[in-house]
């Protein structure tokens, strides 16, 4: 029997009364002078040291890997980590008003912010900041709501599946400047304009307020009865380049024949003659957004 024999008889032996039969668990066994050796030579393995001690310790730390990613998960998924991360990073939403902002910084855009939908005012907010961030100090902001919450359902937003109610979303005007002003908003640059779209979306209004461009309009009214007005009183507003954010392009279980989807795209081809969209990325589940050109332009 050569040495090399006799070294792989003991292995054998070795591995036997340890009960590793298995040639795969065989690999990490080692012998009694502490080495990684390869079962088939009985021989250390020539990378030495740390392949050696990695093959020693590659299963328990496997199995410390799953305990760490049970625990982490446990962790990850608790009510509190998610506040403490909406806390730390930006949301979804706020990142696509990022990517807005950017995109109106880097077009050269001029003109105002509207939104359509303001409820307590924190995307309204959110869009104050990321103008200032990517430096647009002169850009307006005017939000206009009911400050009375959704009005009555009724027409394609009843069905097939009814996603909003009456009066959901309710938030009255001096707690939305309220909140607006202590989450940091420069309230001189804010207007709030209360009233039932279909009463108070005039033309008469854009010259009231002074309107000439938008840079970026946001429609989050959740209705197609709410949002077919809106987009009638911005198309004198829109220049090469406007970008649209609808909210709620994937509510209503993303049916093409309800909500802001169905006011948006009736809208634009009733206008084909004058504007095309080109689509945007969001960063959330429910929205959609579109660059705005003028084909006269
Ligand atoms: C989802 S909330 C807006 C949320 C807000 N953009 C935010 O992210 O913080 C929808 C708002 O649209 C308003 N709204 C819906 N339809 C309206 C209409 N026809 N006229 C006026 N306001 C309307 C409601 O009052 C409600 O405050």
Redesign the pocket.
Known sequence: MSPDDLKISSLKIFLTIRGQRDPRRAAHATWPDGYARNPATAEPFRAGGRVAIYLQYRRPLLQRGVMIRKWANRLRYSTRYVKLHDMLFWQP?EQTLDKAMMYARWGRLTGDYL??????????STAYHFAQLHRMPRMRFFG????????DINGVDVGPFQQFLKG????DQATTARKMRRWGADMSKVHLIS????D?LKPALRDELDLKKAAMV?I????Y??TA?VLDFILPLLQDGTIIIL??WYLYRANPRQGERRAFTEWVERHDDIIEATPFPCATWHEAAFIMHLRNQ
């Open positions: 939403k939104e359509f939908g303001v409820y307590n005012g924190w995307s309204m206009f709501d009911s400050f009375e919450g959704l009005p959901q979303l309710r938030c009233g039932w779209y279909n108070t946001h989050d009214c959740d209705l009865e709410s007005p909210d709620d």
